[in-house]
């Protein structure tokens, strides 16, 4: 039997040192909410493969209609020969999407290719070149994706120089240095002093921030942004790769706001841990690119369509919207019962909608200053006592969890057990 010592040199000699890892745990099997590694160890999973496993892992929805795909065929490219389930997902996605009339859907495999495919449709659309994003945003690993991420290291670091006209505004997080006005009004300088907004092909924002630390776009910054956009005839774009499908307790994040973006950009949890990603937008603008100009050999493959279509089933039959309502609420409970607890590490309170839940940790109780070591050790501590747990944020000491929405009361409430422990001075 493999050990996770043994894979991991083996993992360590075969396998480049740019892909890293958050545990040196090798997954064996799965269910739902567990994991167990090639040594039989049990894990309480609050990772779901970074928001991928919102249906949980191995859903039976989700394998009955991958195995019944498998019986027909694997693959074709839909360039080649199309298929009727990518056309039902996109219409089924078009129906949902919170969109200002009638919508599009084009598919591809990751969310890096859905933010860079977005910014070519947005392209095509208004003839324009740039793009304006947000400090602490992450957009994918591809070239222009880590154009788009608003962090350095490790995203950028080292990989040579990114690609002209993408344009980088502090995000205002709440308690930060930067309000909404004055994000805002740096759009207006850029417009000034780097890039005429006739220029400007799109502004691309995550609604929740995921990599950057789970913090919300305020109201007043979205509306903001939709109003430089319509005076400028500038495209907005929502990545919703990790937000998407309930983690927020809506199908898409975008529907906490009374404007509504041009483009959504989606992947993760849209088909159940199978790789699948795609741009759902306006009609007028998805149709801009030339035929030939959008697409992948892989893109929307059949047997990820398969599982979007059970697992946009799941979220009817399950409720899982309600849900994630739920689960969110559960959370930030003990999260904050745990911050006013004097014998465990000083963190924040918890925040962020639905169940996409996140704190820091700090070095002093009550204080601002984040503490990336301690929240190393915490995530350590996670994993050594059968929770799979996540660190992100631009200062590296913001904890997420990202349960799956169909996990128990007990296992919820049994991994964040683990997490007190975790956090024990």
């Known amino acids: 039997m493999s050990t996770n010592a043994d894979l991991l040199a083996r993992r360590d000699a075969a396998v480049v040192r740019g892909i890293g890892h958050a545990t040196p745990i090798f997954a064996d099997r799965a269910q739902n909410s567990e ?122 670091k080292g990989l040579g120089p990114t690609i002209p006209d993408v344009w980088h505004v502090p995000f205002p997080v709440e308690g930060g240095e930067v309000s909404v006005a004055e994000a805002l009004r740096y759009i207006h300088f850029i417009f000034k002093a780097d890039i005429d907004p006739s220029r400007v092909a799109a502004i691309i924002v995550e609604p929740v921030q995921g990599e950057g630390g789970f913090h919300q776009v305020p109201q007043e910054l979205m509306r903001g942004l939709r109003a430089i956009c319509d005076t400028h005839g500038i495209v907005l774009i929502a990545d919703e790769v990790q937000t998407g499908f309930g983690r927020t307790g809506k199908m898409f994040a975008m529907e906490h706001y009374d404007v509504a973006p041009d483009l959504i950009c989606v992947a993760k949890s849209l088909a159940g841990g199978f790789p699948l990603s795609g741009v759902i937008g306006r009609a007028a603008i998805m149709d801009a690119a030339e035929p030939g100009g959008l697409g992948g050999t892989y893109a929307g493959n059949p047997l990820a369509c398969a599982a979007a279509l059970a697992v946009l089933d799941i979220f009817a039959e399950e409720k899982l919207l309600e849900r ?46 984040p503490d990336a070591e301690a929240t190393r050790r915490v995530t350590r501590r996670a994993y050594e006592n059968g929770l799979i747990l996540l660190s992100c944020g631009t200062n590296a000491n913001t904890i997420r969890i990202l349960c799956p929405l169909t996990i128990s009361d007990d296992l919820l409430d049994e991994g964040l057990g683990i997490l007190e422990g975790a956090l024990a001075a």
């Not at 999407?97 to 977005?118: D, R």
């Not at 904050?336 to 940790?361: K, T």
């Open 35 to 156: 994991v167990w590694d090639v040594e039989g160890r049990r894990y309480i999973d609050f990772a779901g493969g970074i928001a991928v496993l919102n249906t949980g892992h191995r859903h039976p929805r989700v394998l009955a209609a991958v195995r019944a795909q498998l019986d027909r065929f694997t693959h074709t490219c839909f360039q080649v020969l199309p298929y009727e389930s990518y056309v039902e997902l996109a219409e089924r996605l078009n129906a949902l999407a919170p969109l200002a009339g009638p919508a599009k859907t084009a598919f591809f495999s990751t969310g890096a290719e859905a933010t860079e495919n977005a910014v070519k449709i947005a392209r095509a659309a208004t003839g324009r070149a740039g793009i304006i994003a947000f400090t602490g945003g992450f957009h994918g690993r591809t070239i222009v994706a880590s154009a788009m991420t608003g962090k350095v290291v490790p995203y950028k």
């Open 324 to 369: 994630a309502v739920a689960i969110g609420a559960r959370v930030k409970a003990a999260v904050d019962r745990m911050a006013g607890a004097n014998h465990l590490l000083p963190i924040s309170p918890a925040r962020g909608p639905g169940a996409m839940v996140a704190f820091d940790v700090l070095k002093q109780r009550g204080g601002g200053e």
